[in-house]
């Protein structure tokens, strides 16, 4: 079965940095894109980034860009945080394989089940 596995979620202070990883297993997905959404309490899912198979293209939402950065090695997908703000807090889920729009969540096929990210000001 296929499973995503979220890692390094935390607490952090304002400015902090944090490096969150997801692997995958029960099948590989070095040939399709993987990416990572966030969910704060009473907000939508957000799209947060994404990467292709080759890690040659990525794509970031405009709250990110600048300050996280999305990185894969094979099945493994890692996003780099840094200069976080309290309004990062959420839950942090990867995905992978979009079938559609990849900053649409329904159209990823796999997610993990998130990990916590707590930034306080």
């Known amino acids: 079965q296929v499973q995503l596995v979220e890692s390094g979620g935390g607490l952090v202070q304002a400015g902090g940095s944090l490096r969150l990883s997801c692997a995958a297993s029960?099948?590989?997905?070095?040939?399709?894109?993987m990416g990572w959404f966030r969910q704060a309490p009473g907000k939508e899912r957000e799209f947060v980034a994404a990467i292709t198979w080759t890690g040659t293209s990525t794509f970031y939402t405009d709250a990110v860009k600048g300050r996280f950065t999305i990185s894969r090695d094979k099945n493994t997908v890692y996003l780099q945080m840094n200069r976080l703000k309290p309004e990062d807090t959420a839950v942090y889920y990867c995905?992978?394989?979009?079938?559609?729009?990849?900053?649409?969540?329904?159209?990823?096929?796999?997610w993990g089940q998130g990990t916590q990210v707590t930034v306080s000001s």
């Open positions: 029960g099948r590989t997905f070095n040939n399709e894109p």
């Open positions: 995905a992978a394989d979009p079938e559609g729009n990849y900053r649409e969540s329904a159209d990823w096929a796999y």
